[in-house]
């Protein structure tokens, strides 16, 4: 499947952690930064990204701990273009949402 078409697909059907983040991250509302989310870049689709700030950010559920190769090789090809990547299980994301929102803010420097 087409990789823009497959992120549509996921946009369409985000999981509970998904929706529940991009919240805070949608409309310039995270400290003005604009977040796209199931951005493609390169051959993998991204959770959530801030372009200007070079900063990615992955949400994890079950299924991640067999995907742990795939998600090094992600994270490696997104290091080589520049970007970080912070990763979080979702019931972080459900359940500890302040300490999440406070280690985003801390990786684009804003605390």
């Not at 998904?18 to 930064?33: I, Q």
């Not at 994301?93 to 990786?107: F, P």
């Amino acid at each position: 499947m087409e990789l823009k078409k497959f992120a549509r697909e996921l946009r369409s059907n985000m999981t509970d952690a998904e929706h529940h983040l991009w919240y805070y991250l949608r409309g310039h509302r995270f400290f003005g930064l604009k977040f796209k989310r199931q951005k493609p870049m390169g051959r993998h689709i991204v959770d959530f990204v801030c372009l200007e700030q070079l900063l990615v950010i992955e949400l994890d559920g079950g299924q991640h701990q067999e995907q742990a190769a795939q998600d090094g090789e992600r994270d490696r090809w997104l290091s080589k273009q520049g970007y970080r990547v912070l990763r979080f299980w979702n019931h972080e994301v459900l359940g500890e949402t302040d300490a999440v929102l406070e280690a985003i803010a801390r990786a684009l420097g804003k605390l």
